[in-house]
């Protein structure tokens, strides 16, 4: 396969990349050459160029499929798609489960009404515009080239080079050991997705040409925040115990949900975001999409930190603040 990917260098790019190169693919890069320049040196095809100034460093070219792993935008977005739709038989934009306008209930699906703006023409991305703009870039995309767009939705992506820090946070601090503040109780529903196993499945759809809209976050099997923290205080075998808070305490208490403490937005508080990890990606498990064991993503995770300690992020919960909080609610 002629593959053509929209950044690549990072993250869930970089994974989709490793992917196609270990099934045989030639693979083009077009990126800024701003994040990790020198990567793949060698083993694909290296275009530089910066997309919202246009795509002319791609003219002549031809590819199978375009896999677009960093579109925000939908100006943009609509003139990478359009630029391409002669020259590519199949666009994937990878979007978000942030397109949603209401979490509120468990189980939504990819009927579920999209995020609207007030102002479609912002440019402006922000906690407040992320969604929405997701969602129109998913609509430009599939404006440009009409049923030839597969978007993806995932959920929190996780796993080696996650430069977030969102997941990785619980592997090692639960590996640290002693007490360990959590948010909410064990049963807390909590999910995300190995960047690993979701570019497998864009992979496999995009060389089936599958179309349509779809959620793409796992595990197969609802999970609890408990289970999650059992796996990564058996793989790390640190003994350490779980100290669990209550959810309207800890905001209360100044605490930022998703920053400091991740794989929490504070749903227990907030009945607006109780389906927040309860999203159903059915249709995409029905297409193959599979999810590698939780304890084999916590021991990558935690073997990757351990060699790249500089992706760790000052947001999340410093120890002296755990202690403080556990001396507030230990009791």
Known sequence: M???????????????????LEAGDAVTLFHRGRTNPGL???????????????????????????VDTCGYVPRVVAQSAGALAERCGHYTFVSSESVYGSVGEAGIDESAPVARLA?????????????GLKALCEEAAEAAMPGRVLNVRPGLI??????????????????????????????????????????AWILAAVRRSLTGTFNACGPAEPMGMGVLFDACAAVSGSGARP?????????????????ELPLWVGEGADPTDAGFMQISSARAVSEGLAFRPVEDVVRDTISWDREHPEFRSAATLSP????????AFAG
């Open 158 to 199: 996780v796993g080696p080079w996650d430069p977030t820090d969102r997941f990785t946070y619980w592997p090692r601090r639960i590996a640290a050991g002693g007490n360990v503040l959590l948010p909410g109780g064990p049963e807390r529903p909590v999910q995300f997705v190995d960047g690993r196993d979701l570019a």
């Open 243 to 259: 100290v669990w808070a209550d959810e309207r305490g800890l905001i209360d208490a100044g605490v930022e949900p998703w920053t």
């Open 119 to 131: 102002d479609p023409a912002t440019e402006v991305i922000d906690d407040e515009t992320y969604g």
């Open 40 to 66: 793949f040196a060698g083993r694909v095809e290296r275009i530089e160029g910066d997309r919202v100034g246009g795509l002319d460093a791609l003219a002549g070219g031809e590819w199978d499929a375009v």
């Open 320 to 327: 002296e603040r755990e202690s403080e909080l556990l001396a």
């Open 2 to 20: 002629r593959l053509l990917v929209l950044g690549g260098t990072q993250f869930l790019g970089r994974h989709l990349v490793e992917a196609a």
